[in-house]
């Protein structure tokens, strides 16, 4: 089992940086892919960012690319999501996930855990 606690959330205005942690308890996450997914009011749950269990290879949505980007610390079983430029519409629910591999990533069925969740509110 493994266990996700993701912290950095806040009210921010747009325009402004914030960097999301997600820190891994129980098993190892070196041997799994890491994604954010977010949620905002009223509307499902949709893909942020994923990376690689060696962080060699990372993926976007459309929406982030160029201003979010993701990491991870294998040693500190923590994973990153460093977010710029933010604008009022990234405003969600930002959720830690973990899957076998990033092509699993959004597939049905494919995130084995999931963090509870941190709230970003960005104001404009």
């Known amino acids: 089992q493994v266990q996700l606690v993701e912290s950095g959330g806040g009210l921010v205005q747009a325009g402004d940086s914030l960097r999301l942690s997600c820190v891994a308890s129980?098993?190892?996450?070196?041997?799994?892919?890491m994604g954010w997914f977010r949620q905002a009011p009223g509307k499902e749950r949709e893909f942020v960012a994923a990376?690689?269990?060696?962080?060699?290879?990372?993926d976007y949505a459309d929406s982030v690319k160029g201003r979010f980007t993701i990491s991870r610390d294998n040693a500190k079983k923590t994973v990153y999501l460093q977010m710029n430029s933010l604008k009022p519409e990234d405003t969600a629910v930002y959720y830690c996930?973990?899957?076998?591999?990033?092509?699993?990533?959004?597939?049905?069925?494919?995130?084995?855990?999931w963090g509870k969740g941190t709230l970003v509110t960005v104001s404009s």
């Open positions: 996930a973990a899957s076998p591999w990033v092509a699993t990533m959004t597939q049905k069925g494919g995130v084995h855990y």
């Open positions: 129980g098993r190892t996450i070196s041997d799994k892919a």
């Open positions: 990376i690689s269990r060696s962080g060699g290879s990372t």
